[in-house]
């Protein structure tokens, strides 16, 4: 409890980056990849897989010099690097690069291209969601509801399960975690986010409860994605960047599905009207 | 040299589908990578690993239904579908099914996850872009290109090759490839694409050659990462679709780069204005 309370702490400088949004959270979102991706290929090392982490780099400047170009401001760059052309563009240079680097073939394993493509889209990728959010003029508020239901699922899960939990979730990939934990981290994430609506989003208050029962059910898969690729790495964390809490990625794990899911949810909930203004 | 001429005829149906284009194409790419991604799980088989046919299969209709909503006419649908947004959605969806994969986590590998994301992405989403090129208007007949640089290569590199081929070019992924075969190569696929210009596309020859030149040499790239891929699942052809010639993926693993290549050089080139009309 100690760890997740000064974990908390730790995590103010965060916050400054969510309050501000815009672009200072887009360059965050940009290093936050660079160093997750990082991250991610070292826990690698011990199953003697080599991901390129150049690729990686290359691939992460070209999608956020995308967004970029397409929050300049000309009509023509929005709708030129908002369109799928140059979305696809950008995922096939990045599946290309991924396979010329098999070209070594004495020297490269397959999972080499493989895992550099993985943590491409697992990380990189899941995380621009989140810079996204925070340049939209209209939703830019709800980078917010991104951080409430992953922050907000972990500990109220983490309340839950301590006081009540009795029934184990999936003792494979996470012994501790129990059902009881899970439905508390799901109506704490659902109660935060109406809290939230209620104070901030007056006329979106569906798309809150909405995005608070969904974004808690992801944010327990991210976490578990997470444990997952640990456990196959034989790992215990990603890092200890925050000394004793962990690597970037152990932070952030459920912050990379919750980001995705924000984005989608939102977006498509207030094109079909289910709320008509944001504020 | 009779294989080759042999297999050239087996590829008439192709050169129907071709001629046709539109729809015909449209169901002919969905069809071809339903088929090629099924071999290329399948040689994985022999390193005892088990991609999820299931996913691909979802994520395949997921990607075409998309690309049929764009084009079914409504000025709604249209930008709608042709934005990044829709297609992001794919991804994230596709990756997110790919991660919950390995939620079984006592019977799946992570390399079960990892072939399943790279056989969607390298040979579904490769293959859509022909898909997408038959249905353009304006470009429709440039999937010819597609299939000139492709196949054209092919078939001038190996006469090259059998006539002048003396110094090797990557006798580790390829024994009997040649520096003059691959020059023969690209001069075929010029000369070839050049010519289909002067017939049919004649405001724009430059890009005729451009693609011609380009095509080429991601064409030996696409039959190079194929050669890569057998030779680490240590199989010699992706199937028997064909007796004696191999199997689906055998025959398009050039088509698959070359149809991307075509789609964006096109798309740029004429978006920057290197040609103004096409016929």
Do not use: H, Q, R
């Given at each position: 409890m100690k760890t997740r309370v000064l974990s908390g702490l730790i995590m103010l400088p965060l916050l400054i980056i969510i309050i501000l949004r815009g672009w200072v959270l887009f360059a965050g979102c940009f290093a936050l990849s660079l160093l997750a991706v990082y991250e991610f290929f070292r826990g690698f090392k011990e199953l003697d897989i080599k991901p390129s982490y150049p690729i990686a780099v290359g691939s992460t400047i070209l999608l956020y010099l995308m967004g970029m170009l397409c929050f300049v401001g000309t009509s023509f760059s929005t709708s030129m690097f908002s369109s799928a052309f140059v979305f696809m563009l950008w995922a096939f240079i990045t599946v290309f690069a991924c396979l010329l680097y098999l070209f070594k073939i004495e020297e490269r394993k397959l999972e080499d291209a493989m895992v550099t493509l993985v943590g491409i889209f697992y990380v990189v990728f899941f995380c621009y969601h989140l810079a996204l959010l925070g340049m939209d003029?209209?939703?830019?508020?709800t980078v917010w509801l991104v951080v409430i239901t992953a922050f907000g699922t972990d500990i109220c899960a983490y309340f839950a399960g301590v006081t009540m939990g009795k029934h184990k979730l999936c003792p494979v990939i996470?012994?501790?975690?129990t059902w009881e934990g899970a439905i508390g981290g799901i109506l704490g994430s659902m109660i935060l986010c109406l809290i939230f609506g209620l104070i901030f989003m007056k006329h979106a208050i569906v798309i809150c409860l909405i995005v608070g029962f969904l974004g808690s059910i992801i944010s327990m898969f991210g976490d578990l994605t997470a444990s997952i690729f640990k456990r196959k790495m034989g790992?215990?964390?990603?890092?200890?960047l925050i000394p004793g809490h962990g690597g970037i990625l152990d932070r952030f794990d459920s912050i990379l599905f919750t980001a995705p899911l924000v984005y989608y949810v939102v977006n498509i909930l207030s094109t079909i009207g289910v709320t008509g203004a944001w504020n």
């Open positions: 003029e209209f939703l830019g508020l996470s012994p501790k975690k790992i215990k964390d990603y890092g200890n």
